[in-house]
């Protein structure tokens, strides 16, 4: 295998592999910010070792074992400083520290390491940015520059965020443990923040060559039915879980034979996973129940079930969508939450009332690099005739999108606009 076929299946593995690696260090040595750092030299032997060895049969496997070896020699040294500097009669500032026993801690089996790592991750002692910002950084795998796009922040903005959150974890000497109430229902609204951002990575990747990331969606998923288990009377987990259940319902049909976008008004809805709707409907009403139906994600969830049960585009209700974007707005007001609402109204009233809407959107700061308010405004005026001005719009789209298959779409939309010109 070429090093650089070797290194795509490094970073496969890594984006995988990563978020697991980091709880079980992290659960070991019960501190996030070293967890991470082990897990980092471990990738980086991965890299200097697997394009001459192969990559193993089991790499994840693999790369616990390196990490591992690293944590046993830094607590080792940590060890040997300390006994220096105590035979030197001084005074050392760091805890005392054994090596642990990896192999049993390892197989310890005392609830889920991800989901510990998530709550603590989004401990109170960090703002809600540093939260999210630190949380999709170890869970999600996403670089700094993925997650400064998920917010619209800048790059830098989120780096600092990551070191100090870190940092002040460390300082903070949190534990790694799932919190007791009431301290969980206080960090609730910021894990359920932090996997629905994981899972839109999966969803629509902001970056790279994949249009979507499947182990993203699965590994959110996956800690939403976690949750929703732990916390069974809090509506907005069921409601976000259903919103979880039902996007995902839907990844076949989001991707084409080659790997393009399918968007969802071209999807084959025969493709749409029957079971994963239930799940997400079944969920929903759980949240209704509960009295949640007007939360945030349990409003975004009914407007993914007024999707799933049209059996064709047309049967889609969009004035009950456009009346659920109101309440969103509401309850979550932002610009993007505007944008989508525009979509709707374009859908249910006309393209000319959606592009009044985006037109107005058009000098909000923080959507000037936001790919999908040109793509949104370019269809509008697509389906109003005005084919120049969308292939323009479908172009800056383009410019500003760093997914390579959605840019292929967007340019596709373009070169459609500017054949109907002649």
């Known amino acids: ?235 907005e987990v069921h409601g976000l879980v259903a919103l979880m259940e039902i996007q995902a319902s839907r990844s076949k049909a989001r991707v084409g034979q080659s790997g393009e976008p399918v968007l969802l008004l071209d999807q084959n809805r025969g493709l749409w996973d029957q079971l994963l709707i239930r799940r997400g409907l079944e969920a929903l009403r759980r949240a209704e129940e509960l009295a949640g139906a007007d939360g945030p994600y349990a409003v975004q969830a009914a407007i993914a079930a007024c999707h799933a049960r049209a059996r064709t585009p047309e049967d889609t209700d969009w004035p009950r969508i456009v009346t659920l974007y109101d309440a969103l707005a509401q309850l979550t007001p932002s610009p993007i939450v505007d944008l989508n609402r525009a979509v709707a109204v374009g859908m249910a009233f006309g393209p000319e009332a959606g592009l009044e809407i985006v037109d107005a959107l058009l000098s909000d700061a923080s959507l000037k690099a936001y790919h999908l308010l040109p793509s949104v405004r370019g269809d509008f005026l697509k389906k109003l005739g005005r084919l120049s001005e969308a292939r323009a719009e479908f172009e800056r789209a383009a410019r500003l999108t760093r997914n390579v298959r959605e840019r292929n779409l967007l340019l596709e939309r373009a070169t459609e606009c500017a054949s109907g010109e002649r």
């Open 1 to 235: 295998m070429a090093a650089s076929d070797t290194h795509n299946v490094i970073d496969a593995v890594w984006r995988i592999e990563a978020p697991k690696l980091i709880a079980g260090l992290a659960h070991i040595v019960r501190d996030v910010g070293l967890a991470e750092d082990l897990a980092q030299e471990a990738l980086l032997a991965a890299l200097e070792k697997w394009p001459e060895s192969g990559v193993p049969d089991n790499p994840a496997a693999w790369l616990m074992t390196a990490a591992k070896n690293r944590a046993m020699d830094y607590f080792r040294r940590a060890q040997l400083l300390q006994r220096k500097h105590e035979e030197l009669g001084r005074e050392l500032h760091v805890r005392e520290l054994a090596v642990p026993d990896f192999d049993t801690a390892l197989d310890d089996d005392i609830g889920d390491d991800l989901l510990r790592l998530i709550f603590t991750a989004c401990h109170p002692v960090l703002s809600a940015e540093a939260r999210a910002a630190l949380t999709l950084r170890l869970l999600g795998g996403l670089t700094t520059q993925e997650i400064a796009r998920a917010y619209l922040v800048a790059e830098p903005t989120i780096a600092q965020r990551i070191v100090r959150a870190k940092r002040t974890l460390t300082e903070a000497r949190v534990p790694f443990e799932l919190p007791r109430d009431p301290d969980r229902a206080k960090r609730l609204s910021s894990v359920l923040e932090v996997i629905y951002l994981v899972f839109n990575e999966g969803y629509s990747a902001t970056a790279g060559e994949d249009w979507m990331r499947p182990a993203l969606c699965e590994g959110a998923l996956r800690l939403g039915r976690i949750l929703a288990e732990l916390a069974p009377t809090e509506p």
